[in-house]
């Protein structure tokens, strides 16, 4: 199993930003897709990016243009690039990721507060 965990949030201005990163340990190898997840207070939790193993990469309509995602596969870690940040991306930010064998691991999140 692979287990995460996350840093790089914070508070920040709007118009500022952030980048996150997820840190993976454990069967690293058979990390394939790896994506960021948010929850904001009273939300469901929604995609925020994705990216395979191949650098595929998937956006939600939200963050198109202002987020970046990106992957070292050597060591598993995955970022977050984000740009141009609003009030409205407040909220718990959670790597998740994917393996071969089927499972999904997801970290414990981390709190990113974009202040009007």
């Known amino acids: 199993q692979v287990q995460l965990v996350e840093s790089g949030g914070g508070l920040v201005q709007a118009g500022g930003s952030l980048m996150l990163s997820c840190a993976p340990s454990?069967?690293?190898?058979?990390?394939?897709?790896m994506a960021w997840y948010r929850q904001a207070p009273g939300k469901e939790r929604e995609l925020v990016a994705a990216?395979?193993?191949?650098?595929?990469?998937n956006y939600g309509d939200s963050v198109k243009g202002r987020f970046t995602i990106s992957r070292d596969n050597a060591k598993g870690t995955l970022y977050l690039q984000m740009n141009s940040l609003k009030p409205e991306d407040t909220a718990v930010y959670y790597c998740?990721?994917?393996?071969?064998?089927?499972?999904?691991?997801w970290g414990q999140g981390t709190q990113v507060t974009v202040s009007s």
């Open positions: 998740q990721a994917d393996t071969n064998d089927g499972l999904t691991s």
């Open positions: 454990g069967i690293i190898f058979r990390i394939d897709t």
């Open positions: 990216i395979s193993r191949g650098g595929v990469r």
